[in-house]
């Protein structure tokens, strides 16, 4: 028996798989901010699990992609506060092996686990063979990371999330002020995560709300929640041509996140889509080589959880 588990800054996803079997069960999602830790948060899992399904079997193995760096086997994340040491985990539980990765390290294993209708095609382009994918996940923050190659599966996570933003245009140096006014990180995660949001919305009506509330008024027509949207498409396109640009991923850039499916309509109707190809095409001399990128939307609900056994078959061969 194998737990996997995918730790975000708004909320945690677990499940289980049994050894050599793809299917996952018991998969829960918990709100990570009611609990202080991740092992106070696996108690309460493990507990459940066991009284729900009696399972006799014990879990051997544990793999847990984490919103945040690694590095010794420790992770700090970022948006939540929690530590994270993969020894702690190991001894606390008892597990024979704990696998500790970086959320978007895991998200990009997850390819060899996708069907077609897990993918939407943004920028319908033919993707070269044997070349790099691009992954950025919008969610509570900004991660990004780059799969070298899947066999073996080579992943080189980042932290670009927390890169300066950017601003180009006078609206956008405006809310630059805005967030030294506010003593907030001057990083691109603060101009298109789900933060992001309700600081765009506060920055252009003075008035703080959440993410999802922003997308519900946007849905209903409301001028600020649309201008909200429509900027952070704008910007989204921007931030993943300077990831194309960077890395040159030819075999395609792949979004994932609750922010980008939280604003999958907007993204996909007319309008919506202008907005992104705007920013992403917004390097003119560049624009030739832009054109050659295609771009996919993960709509999979547990795309970290897939990449995270993926990670495990790979590391075990």
């Known amino acids: 028996m194998i737990l996997l588990g995918d730790i975000g800054g708004t909320n945690c996803r677990l499940a289980l798989v049994k050894e050599r079997k793809k299917d996952l069960f018991n998969i829960k999602v918990y709100k990570s901010k009611l609990f202080e830790s991740i092992i106070e948060l696996l108690e309460h899992y493990l507990k459940e699990s066991f009284q729900t399904f ?94 070298v190659k899947e066999k073996p599966l080579t992943v080189l996570p980042t932290e670009a999330g927390h890169t300066f933003f950017s601003p180009l245009k006078e609206d956008e140096w405006n809310f630059l002020s805005f967030l030294a006014q506010k003593g907030e990180e001057l990083s691109w995660e603060n101009a298109i995560s789900g933060k992001a949001l309700s600081l765009w919305y506060e920055f252009f009506s003075k008035e703080r709300v959440t993410p999802e509330r922003i997308t519900s008024l946007a849905k209903s027509g409301h001028l600020f929640a649309k201008q909200v949207i429509f900027k952070v498409l704008e910007l989204m396109g921007r931030k993943i041509s300077q ?75």
């Not at 760096?69 to 939540?80: G, R």
């Not at 033919?126 to 991660?143: D, E």
Request: charged fraction near 20%; proline fraction near 4%; aromatic fraction near 12%.
């Open 54 to 147: 009696k399972i006799k079997t014990k879990i051997k193995i544990a793999v847990f992609a984490l919103a945040g760096p690694i590095l010794n086997n420790e992770a700090f994340l970022t948006n939540l506060n929690w530590k994270v040491s993969s020894e702690e985990i190991k001894n606390r539980f008892n597990f024979e092996k704990v696998i500790i990765l970086n959320d978007l390290e895991a998200l990009a294993g997850c390819l060899s686990f996708l069907k077609k209708e897990d993918l939407i095609f943004l920028r319908d382009v033919k993707p070269l063979k044997n070349f790099p994918k691009a992954f950025l996940a919008f969610g509570t923050g900004l991660g990004e990371a780059i799969l």
């Open 243 to 317: 990831t194309a640009l960077t890395s040159l991923p030819w075999g395609g850039i792949y979004l994932a996140g609750g922010v980008v499916l939280g604003i999958k309509d907007f993204l996909l109707e007319k309008k919506g889509y202008v907005h992104f190809q705007k920013g992403f095409l917004e390097n003119f001399k560049m624009k030739y080589l832009l054109e050659k990128f295609p771009i996919y939307l993960i709509q999979h609900p547990v795309p970290g959880l897939l990449g995270a056994l993926s990670t495990l078959r790979n590391r075990l061969k």
